[in-house]
């Protein structure tokens, strides 16, 4: 594909809905961040707890207001290309979860040009390490990442987690609008702040990582929107049967009527067909 073809598949903004270009960026940034901001002022919580000595290295926890002895914890990691938002725009989806005795913890990371691409997968695996140890009351991890942070979380899929002295419970994922296959992105602008080599990407691309499953391995939902680019598309089709063909208990989710930014951003509405599935997934375990 093309240099100039591979800017426009792998620029969202030119492909939403509502708004294009930089004000469908500055949209979605506001919508998460207004979300953000109802939930820190509806619902009890524990900002800003430190899990390693980076700035970035921080979680936002949205609590239940009488957490039982055990709890599921959603664990969400944001999007951005790796290089914006942060996870004081990262708590929107907690209002309709803890609303349901659902833990939700928003993980930050140093994104670039300050961190780098393995750097940023080792931040986010210690976040899941660090969560298992400090809060022994959590059964169960569900893990949630879009965009970039799909592809982050599409990474802890396949730690080897025994340089970590831990194992954490993660019993499900939902990958929304991810990448998975990071060469692509080599070619685009978005490695302008990224500076990754081939030799980096190629390391850092769940499609290139996937592991056979284990007889305990969590259930996976790779989502999709309709307006995400082909590009987007064909990335998550063929993750999805990545995993599929591995072994794993994966599903693939084509949503309708949305596109890169508010597939995500609705994860604050109850009805939403995907924070249902959420609900589901998380109640089956």
């Known amino acids: 594909m093309a240099a100039e073809e591979l800017q426009q598949q792998y620029s969202p ?8 270009g930089d004000a469908a960026v500055r949209a979605h940034i506001e919508a998460v961040t207004a979300g953000t901001q109802r939930a820190r002022a509806s619902t009890r919580t524990s900002l800003h707890v430190p899990y ?18 055990t709890f599921p914890a959603f664990v ?42 393995d750097a940023m997968v080792l931040q986010v695996r210690r976040s899941l390490a660090f969560l298992a140890k400090q809060y022994p009351g ?12 799909a592809h982050l979380a599409a990474m802890v899929l396949c730690t ?28 685009t602008y978005v490695n302008d702040a990224l500076n990754m080599s081939r030799e980096v990407a190629q390391r ?15 259930e996976v ?21 990545a995993l599929r063909s591995a072994g794993w208990a994966v599903s693939l989710l ?9 597939i995500i951003e609705k994860l604050s509405e109850d009805a939403y067909i995907l924070t249902q599935i959420i609900l589901n997934m998380i109640a089956r375990a």
């Open 13 to 20: 903004s030119r492909w939403a809905r509502r708004l294009r």
């Open 52 to 69: 390693g000595e980076q700035d970035g290295e921080r979680l936002d926890l949205y609590l239940p207001e009488e957490p039982s002895e």
């Open 76 to 117: 969400y990691i944001h999007g951005g290309y790796w290089q914006s938002l942060s996870k004081d725009a990262s708590g929107f989806a907690a209002p309709a979860l803890v609303a349901r005795g659902v833990a939700v913890v928003a993980v930050g990371y140093d994104t670039a040009p300050k961190g780098h691409m």
């Open 138 to 149: 959590i059964r169960g991890i569900y893990l949630c990442g879009h965009s970039a942070g």
């Open 160 to 187: 080897d987690w025994t340089e970590f002295g831990v194992v954490p419970d993660i019993r499900g994922a939902v990958l929304v609008s991810g990448v998975y296959d990071l060469e692509p992105i080599l070619h």
């Open 204 to 218: 850092n691309s769940p499609m290139l990582c996937v592991t056979q499953a284990v007889p305990a391995a969590c």
């Open 221 to 241: 939902l790779v989502a999709v929107a309709q307006h995400d680019s082909p590009e987007f598309r064909r990335q998550s089709q063929e993750y999805s049967q």
């Open 254 to 262: 084509d949503l309708a009527s949305v596109d890169h930014f508010d």
